[in-house]
């Protein structure tokens, strides 16, 4: 469900000047007509270095983002509504095992991407950072911050990397389902009884500073955009990408007769664009950072899964030794 590309890490040397000139002229002019680069056909190490942190990212955020919608599938309202989430939550994880592979093919492995994780070396999306206290939480996780993967992951399946484009393709088309199911069930609360409407506009009046997070930071801050663009592993921006979620979903959220908690949100009718309050980027390194309200919680659970989860994994590398459980 992530966005990606949403940190403030810098490049700090980028050894372009150590490539061979006339193979990266070759590797740019194939991006420029639009071919696909695959694992097996010469890259600039960058190129290798930024599509690893970015497709690692992405399946972080995957794994991560099921744990907030994870813990609602005992509490959703109804057995329909327990069968869709623990779906959902299914596919999420589902989405991270393809980009972990998609990673793989370019040289790090999925223990090392895991290992990064769990001692916070590598980042994941800011969103998932943040509690989801009702019901109502979830359901705009479900709407909201999957729309908004959705913007980024459907312009990226367009990109240069064969493997993850070809991974995009299959996330996008399930997220698609996840997109429909939030807002069949942001709908039934915004129809619903006072008491239902209320908790959904005090969600979503929670969510949307981290959406508008969501996408990282402007364009002017971003030190991975420009290079990120030229090689087509980002196929816009992060301010395109902020503008075009806005154009689809503010109308939609007005529609439902629910409001937006920034007075400055309006669209300029000269420019076509979005104009709104710019959000706290200082808020947004911390909990990129490890200090937001769910960081060590959520990391903990991903320790404990990985450390419960051993035995499997030797026993699957030693298919003929003997293995207890840790409940046995």
């Known amino acids: 469900m992530y966005g990606g590309g949403n940190t403030f890490e810098p490049i700090k040397a980028t050894g372009l000047e150590m490539e061979d000139p006339a193979k990266l002229a070759e590797f740019e002019a194939r991006i420029e007509r639009g071919e696909k680069i695959e694992p097996q056909d010469w890259m600039p190490n960058l190129y290798r270095k930024q599509l690893i ?9 995957e794994i991560i983002g099921a744990l907030p919608e994870g813990t609602w599938i005992t509490r959703a309202p109804g057995f329909r509504r327990k069968l869709a989430q623990m779906a959902k939550v299914q596919d999420e994880v589902g989405h991270a095992q393809l980009l972990y592979s998609a990673a793989e093919t370019l040289g790090k492995s999925r223990e090392d991407m895991i290992t990064d994780l769990i001692n916070g070396k590598s980042k994941y999306s800011n969103i998932f950072n943040y509690p989801a206290f009702t019901w109502a939480d979830s359901t705009v996780i479900s709407w909201l911050v999957d729309a908004g993967a959705i913007v980024n992951q459907i312009a990226n399946a367009k990109g240069s990397y064969g493997p993850y484009c070809r991974a995009l393709d299959r996330i996008c088309a399930e997220e698609s389902f996840h997109l429909k199911y939030g807002h069949d069930a942001v709908v039934h609360l915004a129809t619903g009884t006072p008491i239902q409407r209320k908790m959904l506009q005090e969600a979503l009046n929670r969510w949307w500073t981290p959406l508008m997070h969501f996408f990282g930071p402007p364009d002017k801050m971003s030190v991975h955009t420009e290079i990120l663009v030229k090689w087509k592993v980002k196929m816009a921006t992060n301010d395109e990408c902020r503008q075009q979620f806005l154009d689809m979903y503010v109308p939609k959220i007005w529609e439902l007769g ?8 309006h669209k300029n009718a000269e420019t076509g664009e979005w104009e709104y309050t710019e959000p706290d980027w200082e808020e947004f390194k911390r909990v990129i950072n490890g200090d937001g309200p769910c960081n060590a919680e959520r990391l903990a659970v991903r320790r404990t899964a990985e450390e419960r989860g051993a035995w499997v994994r030797k026993a699957l590398l030693s298919p003929k030794a003997t293995y207890v459980t840790p409940l046995a």
């Open 258 to 265: 629910l409001s937006l908690p920034d007075p400055k949100l």
């Open 53 to 61: 942190r970015m497709i690692e990212q992405h399946a972080h955020s």
